[in-house]
């Protein structure tokens, strides 16, 4: 199995998110990510709209593959979201997270959240840490 499949895997295992929102992880490589998740009843906030913060949570597995699929692990140190409309029940909402820069230890993020109609919903920014140069060794671990 390579690199970017192992990552992949692991994450959907282990982020619980990914199975509580329903997400679905369409595609992944190193630096880029693409997912979806259908709004749903458990999505929603008190005015009946879907939840700032699983649209971010969205965003941020996304980051979190894509910042992970080099196959060295990364953490965010910083994450920020700007939202632009509202979403309803029933919509798909995808996101598209691109690596915009890379150094040694940290990277910089942007995720674009779109509706079915193909509108902005969001945008996300975040800054990854690479912790450990040799942690793609961890994933696939039994125990983890």
Do not use: W
């Amino acid at each position: 199995m390579d690199t970017v499949s192992k990552v992949t895997e692991h994450i959907r295992q282990h982020d619980r998110l990914i199975a509580l929102f329903d997400m679905e992880i369409e595609e992944t490589a190193p630096g880029r990510a693409r997912l979806s998740m259908k709004v749903g009843p458990n999505h929603l906030n008190a005015a009946r709209l879907c939840h700032g913060a699983a649209l971010f949570a969205l965003a941020d597995v996304a980051f979190a593959l894509a910042a992970n699929c080099h196959g060295k692990m990364a953490l965010a140190i910083e994450a920020s979201i700007n939202y632009f409309r509202p979403v309803k029940k029933g919509s798909v909402v995808s996101v598209i997270c691109q690596q915009e820069y890379q150094g040694r230890r940290t990277g910089v993020y942007l995720a674009t959240l779109l509706n079915e109609d193909n509108k902005k919903i969001a945008i996300f920014k975040a800054t990854s840490f690479r912790i450990d140069e040799e942690s793609v060794n961890q994933y696939g671990r039994e125990g983890d």
